[in-house]
């Protein structure tokens, strides 16, 4: 049976599990950050703050269902592989390996040809299980990537209007942003990612925030104050103050705090516009990389579906004669497949025992799943200004 050589090239991979992983991580922190941004009550705000405001805040509150809903959701999928799907493959059990050796030894047996189709079916349920559940997450970063997509727009359309009407100020605040779009990506350097070699040893992942200050608005009211919220996630509870350390996030720092100097007091409030809205441009771009590594892994699951269908079909052919040689190679086949799944549900188990965790305003870390963040609730570590930072 030719079928069966492609069953261990349709197994996912324990690489792909990480980047799924990894980009959840990415993600979340955008998120987290997100759900922790405020905006200033602005003394003299442009003309279209109001509807930036009134825009901000349910597209905050998506920032904030991310982060208590679909990533506690998506952080508990390995587990379900690891519980559900650890004797997917497992010749034992399912009597895979007792037919075939039966088959080998009478190729005719139909006893052992149908008890075997039965058990692919089994096999085949338990696959369809899984991509049910991804199917799941699938639909809620399906939901989540067009409602932020769509409030990123908006918010884009505002900010974009407000810097149209900044003058001869519009160039500096143009520059200002490109500088707060390279702070992420700095701030994404010191992103720790989950490679395959960790997993199996404890690991906890700690999601952190810093602030920069994105604008000097004098006189205003409110929390925010023109900072602007970025997210980081690494094995340390020390993550924030890794890159708070950081030469190059202190001089990207030093470059927005003078670029904002020399924008006039009236268009300091552009800015905070135009920051915001590149965070959450930043967020869908995120979501979309969430989503293509879960795509990966659905592909891998619904290959395996067809191929274990292709097998079982050809079982069931009574016009095409298995020879004994054919059902031995299928044996093999199968167990090469059922050594591979041992790697994969081992990763995935380690995976599942990863601790995620957040910080509250007062210090302390709570995980995910247990307590989850509230709007506003996270503890941002500032960036010290130029005036107190060497370049």
């Keep these: 049976m030719k079928s069966t050589a492609k069953l261990v090239a349709s197994s996912p991979t324990s690489q792909q599990l990480a980047d799924y992983a990894n980009a959840m991580i990415a993600i979340n922190s955008y998120a987290y950050a997100v759900t922790n941004q405020q905006l200033p009550v602005l003394n003299q705000p442009p003309e279209d703050y109001g509807a930036f ?3 901000f805040q349910p597209a905050k509150q998506l920032a904030l269902d991310w982060s208590t809903d679909i990533f506690v959701t998506m952080i508990q999928f390995p587990d379900i592989i690891a519980n559900q799907a650890s004797s997917l493959f497992n010749l034992e059990s399912s009597y895979i390996g007792t037919y075939l050796n039966e088959l080998i030894a009478n190729p005719n047996n139909q006893p052992a040809k149908s008890g075997l189709q039965t058990a692919l079916t089994t096999m085949q349920s338990m696959i369809q299980v899984q991509m049910t559940t991804i199917s799941d997450i699938q639909q809620q970063l399906d939901t989540f990537t067009s409602n932020i ?7 884009a359309q505002i900010a974009q209007a407000a810097l149209a009407d900044a003058g001869t100020d519009q160039q500096a605040i143009e520059q200002l942003v490109q500088d707060i779009k390279n702070l992420n990506t700095q701030v994404k350097t010191y992103q ?14 700690f999601v952190g925030l810093i602030g920069g200050v994105l604008c000097a608005i004098p006189g205003a009211q409110g929390a925010g104050l023109g900072l602007i919220a970025l997210g980081v996630a690494g094995t340390g509870v ?15 720092q ?7 100097d020399q924008i006039s007091g009236l268009n300091q409030d552009v800015i905070q516009l135009q920051g915001v809205s590149t965070q959450f441009t930043a967020l869908y771009d995120a979501n979309v990389q969430a989503q293509d590594a879960l795509n990966t892994i659905a592909g891998m699951w619904r290959l395996l579906d067809t191929v274990i269908d292709e097998v079982n079909v050809d ?4 016009n095409t004669e298995i020879t004994a040689a054919e059902y031995q190679q299928a044996l093999t086949d199968f167990q090469l497949a059922e050594n591979n799944w041992k790697e ?3 990763f995935a188990t380690g995976l599942a025992s990863i601790n995620y965790s957040w910080q509250d305003t007062s210090g302390n870390w709570h995980q995910y799943g247990t307590q989850n963040p509230a709007s506003n609730n996270g503890n941002i570590n500032q960036l010290p200004t130029s005036s107190t930072v060497a370049a």
Excluded at 149 to 155: E, G, I, K, W
Excluded at 194 to 204: F, W
């Design 53 to 55: 405001v009134t825009a």
């Design 149 to 155: 997509q769509a409030d990123a727009q908006t918010l």
């Design 192 to 205: 720790t990612l989950i490679t395959v070699s960790e997993i199996g040893i404890p690991l906890s992942i």
């Design 238 to 252: 020390s993550i924030a103050g890794t890159v708070l350390a950081s030469q190059q996030v202190k001089a990207l």
């Design 254 to 260: 030093n470059a927005i705090t003078a670029e904002k």
């Design 315 to 318: 079982l069931g052919d009574v």
């Design 344 to 346: 994969v549900v081992s």
